[in-house]
């Protein structure tokens, strides 16, 4: 079945350095989800990318949907301490049902030390 | 707001014991799901339903059964819990993409259970 690989599971960074989280899907995506869950929070949704190649900017964040569509990443430039949480990504195979089925990957934990 | 609502914030259960988890959702969705969340493992699905009366299997569907007798409700259910079904259960809801409305997924507060 599909799978959705997420790395690093933990990162540590201090606040005003930047993040990265990467996201391989083992099947082509129609399209891919972003996630953060606070700590004792549950998931809520960032972004949702379609396009090949597509790029979009939230702020500080950025996020990326490879050519393939088999890959994604969100980069946050300049963390801070309310960044910290998981970041999960979410994908939803191409040719797939159409009933919202998602895959997530693992989640990277993200860290801040102010 | 979307309002995804699950019963139980903590539950303490003993092996053996039926337990049930409910959700209920306020946005007349089509979809529901329940996920578990475990460290290092993300979150898995156990099983979905995108009607009444109507069920799929997840990844993780062993131990667990689910009922939607209703749109608003999605019920989660371990016949017999075990000690290895101690997680974090997350009730999700989505509407319809065939619909074209954007699928997101809005989750619940999440139920911790811990069986002992």
């Known amino acids: 079945g599909q799978q959705v690989m997420q790395i690093p599971q933990y990162q540590h960074v201090q606040e005003g350095e930047d993040f990265t989280t990467y996201c391989n899907s083992s099947t082509t995506l129609s399209n891919i989800q972003w996630y953060k869950q606070r700590p004792g929070g549950h998931p809520v949704f960032l972004i949702q990318l379609v396009k090949s190649g597509e790029v979009k900017k939230q702020k500080r964040l950025t996020f990326q949907f490879g050519e393939a569509k088999k890959n994604s990443s969100l980069h946050i430039t300049a963390t801070q301490t309310t960044d910290v949480g998981t970041y999960f990504c979410a994908g939803r195979n191409a040719g797939g049902t159409s009933y919202g089925k998602l895959t997530f990957g693992q989640g990277t934990i993200l860290t801040v030390h102010p | ?116």
């Open chain 2, 1 to 116: 707001d979307v309002k995804v609502t699950q019963s139980s914030r903590y539950l303490v259960k003993r092996t053996g014991e039926k337990v049930f988890l409910e959700c209920v959702q306020d946005m007349d969705h089509e979809n529901m799901f329940w996920y578990r969340q475990d460290p290092g493992l993300g979150l898995r699905l156990i099983y979905f339903s995108y009607d009444v009366k109507m069920k799929e299997k997840g990844d993780i569907p062993e131990g667990y059964s689910v009922s939607r007798e209703k749109k608003e409700r999605f019920s989660l259910i371990l016949e017999s819990a075990s000690t290895n079904q101690t997680s974090m259960y997350l009730c999700a809801s989505s509407p319809n993409t065939r619909t074209g409305f954007r699928n997101t997924i809005y989750f619940g507060e999440g139920s911790w259970l811990t069986v002992v």
